[in-house]
């Protein structure tokens, strides 16, 4: 189902919102332990905007707060604060180890704004048709990390833009400063990039790792980029020994077709329980239905652990009377049952071939949510631009791009009745059409890149209590011996 909840007020906010007086929803990344002694206990943090108020919660194992520091109003950007391993009643930790959670507060938010500067040399893209993602593991050193795919490289001229750029991936932190100090130049990992179709969508895994795919024939594939050495080469997820067709498809020594051009991806687990999901093209999938491209059309699968991907894919999503496009997203619902959304480009958003859907079942082949038959104006009589759509991790909010107005429709999911009901929520102002994709940051602001527009954009959402709690890594506890503190690490 879909309802209409956004008042015409509200929307007009919405036109009318621009960077002027906008924040962001409010979080802390990238949490660090420091080098401590006998007495202090430093850690630092990235905030993504100014924070009206931070606080330092520390925790023992049994996740009872022991200390809370109030650290007052924090600027954006790289802070720090400093435990001095007492608990709230002045006296001191003891011996064991301990977590610790950075909470920001900030402003109300009352309508959809764009909060990036398009001036910004840093936001200046020629052609990012592979889009956006953002690091939002908690376990993740890098978690806040924002990451551009730029497909072409060029001269960036669109809206007095200067800045020129080569084909690789762009990285920025939560405060979107260049934290790697790359500047103009991409990381091309040592692929030979097409610079038609590829390097195209991205994920990130739960430890970080960045994931990049090909859509192009003749360079389909997965590449890995380890974000704690983004010059380095990356890794093919490819295993050796496979050969390539003229259409990308890789077959294995048992004449299996494995992997054909990618158009997006989501990985799920770490180490043993890996499991690689992703749109792909040209597969036929033991004869099952291709789009007239010769396109497989929903997810596949594998489970390889440590290992590369070198067999035929798990089929985990198809319906073909409902899918006419390999281009698209798709993520998975947060609920725990299986379930996904799932997108295409699409320039009409109909029934028989719908814009975005809900696919749950033990096969994933029931459709429980349809935007084309749940309202035909969700998309305000338009469809999706290159199948750009977002979901959170919690599966709560999505976000798609209008074609009509070129801007995005942000709806909420409540699945308590079963299949999903979406309501709208908030549109953002223009945010460029052309090879465009989108994401959510962990706080639930929006991340857009247009080729038109040459532009990577970030959109805060109305929130009445812009509030976030960020937990450190595992990796960053910090032990308190008899003496003071001790194996501390700066990661």
């Known amino acids: 189902m879909f309802k209409k909840s956004l008042s015409v007020a509200a929307l007009a906010l919405c036109a009318v919102a621009f960077t002027s007086n906008a924040s962001a929803a409010v979080y802390a990344s990238e949490l660090k332990a420091g080098t401590g002694s006998d007495t202090a206990a430093p850690v630092s943090f990235v905030l993504n905007t100014d924070a009206t108020n931070v606080k330092l919660i520390i925790k023992d194992s049994s996740d009872t707060v022991v200390r809370t520091m109030d650290l007052g109003a924090k600027a954006k950007g790289v802070q720090s604060a400093t435990w001095d391993l007492k608990k709230d009643d002045n006296t001191k930790a003891a011996a064991g180890q301990y977590k610790w959670e950075i909470e920001a507060n900030g402003d109300t938010i009352d309508a959809a704004r764009m909060i990036s500067d398009d001036a910004s040399e840093l936001m200046q893209f020629y052609s990012p048709r592979g889009g956006v993602v953002v690091d939002n593991s908690f376990e993740s050193p890098y978690f806040g990390r924002v990451y551009v795919s730029e497909t072409m490289g060029g001269q960036s001229s669109a809206g007095g833009a200067t800045r020129f750029l080569t084909a690789g991936i762009y990285v920025l932190d939560a405060a979107l400063t260049d934290c790697t100090g790359q500047g103009a130049t991409a990381y091309e990992g040592g692929v030979a990039w097409t610079k038609s179709a590829d390097p195209f969508r991205m994920c990130v895994d739960e430890e970080g790792t960045v994931y990049i795919t090909s859509w192009a024939d003749s360079n389909s594939g997965i ?258 011996s008899a003496a003071g503190v001790e194996n501390w690490e700066v990661m």
């Open 223 to 480: 590449w890995t980029m380890d974000p704690a050495n983004p010059s380095g080469n990356f890794e093919s997820l490819l295993a050796d020994g496979m050969t390539m067709s003229a259409t990308g498809v890789w077959t294995n020594g048992a004449s299996e077709e494995v992997i054909g051009s990618t158009s997006s991806i989501y990985v799920e687990g770490t180490g043993e329980n890996r499991v690689i999901y992703a749109g792909n093209e040209d597969l036929s999938c033991d004869g099952q239905v291709t789009d007239t491209y010769g396109a497989y059309l929903g997810i596949l699968k594998w489970n390889i652990g440590t290992g590369k991907i070198g067999t035929k894919p798990d089929v985990v999503f198809q319906n073909a009377s409902v899918l006419g496009n390999g281009n698209g997203t798709f993520g998975p619902d947060g609920q725990g049952a299986g379930g996904w959304w799932f997108s295409q480009y699409r320039s009409a958003d109909t029934a028989g071939l719908p814009c975005f859907m809900h696919v749950v079942g033990t096969d994933n082949t029931t459709i429980d949510y349809n935007s084309g038959s749940a309202d035909p104006n969700i998309l305000n009589g338009g469809g999706n631009d290159r199948g750009s759509f977002a979901v959170t991790k919690d599966g709560k909010r999505i976000a798609t791009l209008n074609t009509i107005n070129s801007n995005y429709i942000v709806c909420d999911v409540d699945y308590s009745a079963g299949a999903p009901v979406v309501t709208s929520f908030a549109e953002t102002p223009a945010a460029g059409s052309g090879r465009a994709n989108c994401a959510f940051d962990a706080a639930g602001n929006l991340y857009t890149t247009s080729a038109n527009d040459e532009r990577l954009r970030v959109f805060e959402m109305p929130t009445t209590e812009n509030k976030f709690t960020t937990p450190a890594p595992s990796s960053q506890q910090l032990t308190v």
